[in-house]
């Protein structure tokens, strides 16, 4: 049997075990420590835009966290990008708030302005504002920057930037992260670069950093006994997780660029075939790629090539089915224009590491052919 080939599995520089191993030397095994700061130091000088990071346990306590400094609390109304991972929602369920979930649009798949700012007003209309923005830039493809954010500025409500699979990627020339009144990124086991679990909370205000530590670490007052004040949450990052973290910021340039040329590959390979269309990066959009997508021209088609891949130990998966289509969220207000339908019913995510060969690729090409009967 031939090995499994990953959708997008971990990616090792070498000099992760560097830090693990001072992290053991010291005795650092504790959700704080020099890895933790040099971590964060480190994800801060990569984008720029006087950025503060707080590394914490995963992506999804980072939105968590972010609602809470938002003010985000019970029977709020919070909006969602719709075409997501169910990550971005669920924190706003933690709070006992309503997610009201937004359509996309079809140049970047994600959020879409004009659905945006009508959800606003008609929500305004029936009486509450919502509190906050999630928008996702999903697979690495920037979301509409300037439009979203001039929305958010003309209603005066906050975005939450979720960037769990952009990091890398950039809007004019800035790195996606930086946009947010907050923003988040991922280190989960499948992103283009991990700490096995992980996540970043990045905000402009150092104090907000602060409240953001103070939240993920119990909430402890400053007293000599244990003191509290605020419900507090076990959301720090691990010294040894995080000295994984270094090393893979050590070569996030090069995953980016190896994730960019696998999405080449797919493109210049299979581009003459009719039926299979990519997306290409509208002006200003730079995508870190961290998945290849494709639509097909029918749900049949994507089903049958899902199939094919599968009996060759190739994982690929359809596109993300939207939160309004998922029976966990089926109840609450949806604004809907049919693109994440008809994407999810026609698009499959291709395997797409950084440790992809070029056996790999082979092996992969080779099922499109065997599928489309030509050599
Ligand atoms: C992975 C992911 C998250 C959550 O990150 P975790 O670290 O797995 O909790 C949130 N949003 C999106 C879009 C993601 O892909």
Same mark, same amino acid.
């Given at each position: 049997?031939?090995?499994?080939?990953?959708?997008?599995?971990?990616?090792?520089?070498?000099?992760?075990?560097?830090?693990?191993?001072?992290?053991?030397?010291?005795?650092?095994?504790?959700?704080?420590?020099?890895?933790?700061?040099?971590?964060?130091?480190?994800?801060?000088?990569?984008?720029?835009?006087?950025?503060?990071?707080?590394?914490?346990?995963?992506? /999804?306590?980072?939105?968590?966290? =972010? *609602? #809470?400094?938002?003010?985000? $609390?019970?029977? @709020?109304?919070?909006?969602?990008?719709?075409?997501?991972?169910?990550?971005?929602?669920?924190?706003?369920?933690?709070?006992?708030?309503?997610?009201?979930?937004?359509?996309?649009?079809?140049?970047?798949?994600?959020?879409?302005?004009?659905?945006?700012?009508?959800?606003?007003?008609?929500?305004?209309?029936?009486?509450?504002?919502?509190?906050?923005?999630?928008?996702?830039?999903?697979?690495?493809?920037?979301?509409?920057?300037?439009?979203?954010?001039?929305?958010?500025?003309?209603?005066?409500?906050?975005?939450?930037?979720?960037?769990?699979?952009?990091?890398?990627?950039?809007?004019?020339?800035?790195?996606?992260?930086?946009?947010?009144?907050?923003?988040?990124?991922?280190?989960?086991?499948?992103?283009?670069? /991990?700490?096995?679990?992980?996540? =970043? *909370? #990045?905000?402009?205000?150092? $104090?907000?950093? @602060?409240?953001?530590?103070?939240?993920?670490?119990?909430?402890?007052?400053?007293?000599?006994?244990?003191?509290?004040?605020?419900?507090?949450?076990?959301?720090?990052?691990?010294?040894?997780?995080?000295?994984?973290?270094?090393?893979?910021?050590?070569?996030?340039?090069?995953?980016?660029?190896?994730?960019?040329?696998?999405?080449?590959?797919?493109?210049?390979?299979?581009?003459?075939?009719?039926?299979?269309?990519?997306?290409?990066?509208?002006?200003?959009?730079?995508?870190?790629?961290?998945?290849?997508?494709?639509?097909?021209?029918?749900?049949?088609?994507?089903?049958?090539?899902?199939?094919?891949?599968?009996?060759?130990?190739?994982?690929?998966?359809?596109?993300?089915?939207?939160?309004?289509?998922?029976?966990?969220?089926?109840?609450?207000?949806?604004?809907?224009?049919?693109?994440?339908?008809?994407?999810?019913?026609?698009?499959?995510?291709?395997?797409?590491?950084?440790?992809?060969?070029?056996?790999?690729?082979?092996?992969?090409?080779?099922?499109?052919?065997?599928?489309?009967?030509?050599?």
């Amino acid at each position: 049997m031939e090995t499994k080939i990953w959708l997008s599995s971990p990616h090792m520089s070498g000099n992760e075990l560097q830090y693990v191993n001072e992290a053991f030397a010291t005795n650092w095994i504790a959700p704080l420590g020099p890895n933790v700061n040099a971590f964060e130091k480190s994800i801060e000088h990569y984008l720029g835009e006087s950025s503060h990071v707080a590394a914490v346990s995963s992506g /999804t306590a980072a939105i968590h966290l =972010a *609602l #809470i400094l938002l003010g985000v $609390t019970n029977n @709020d109304e919070v909006i969602c990008q719709s075409k997501t991972f169910s990550a971005s929602a669920n924190p706003i369920m933690y709070l006992g708030a309503k997610p009201i979930f937004i359509d996309s649009e079809k140049d970047t798949w994600n959020l879409c302005p004009i659905l945006l700012e009508e959800a606003i007003i008609d929500r305004i209309a029936k009486g509450k504002k919502p509190k906050a923005i999630i928008a996702v830039h999903l697979y690495g493809m920037p979301y509409k920057v300037t439009e979203i954010h001039e929305i958010s500025k003309r209603y005066n409500i906050p975005v939450i930037e979720d960037s769990a699979e952009a990091l890398g990627s950039t809007y004019n020339t800035i790195k996606c992260g930086t946009f947010g009144d907050f923003a988040i990124l991922s280190f989960n086991g499948n992103k283009i670069i /991990t700490t096995s679990g992980g996540g =970043a *909370l #990045i905000t402009k205000n150092e $104090t907000l950093k @602060d409240k953001a530590v103070f939240l993920a670490t119990q909430a402890r007052d400053k007293a000599v006994e244990y003191l509290h004040s605020h419900v507090g949450y076990n959301y720090r990052m691990s010294n040894v997780l995080a000295g994984i973290g270094r090393g893979q910021m050590e070569v996030i340039d090069q995953r980016v660029n190896q994730r960019r040329k696998n999405f080449e590959f797919y493109k210049t390979e299979l581009q003459h075939i009719e039926g299979i269309t990519f997306t290409g990066e509208p002006e200003g959009n730079f995508s870190n790629r961290w998945l290849s997508t494709i639509l097909t021209e029918s749900s049949k088609m994507r089903d049958d090539l899902h199939k094919t891949f599968e009996k060759q130990h190739i994982e690929t998966r359809p596109l993300w089915k939207p939160m309004h289509q998922q029976p966990v969220f089926a109840d609450y207000p949806k604004y809907v224009n049919g693109v994440s339908d008809d994407l999810f019913n026609r698009g499959l995510c291709l395997p797409s590491g950084s440790n992809l060969t070029e056996a790999d690729l082979e092996r992969i090409l080779n099922c499109f052919k065997s599928y489309f009967a030509y050599a």
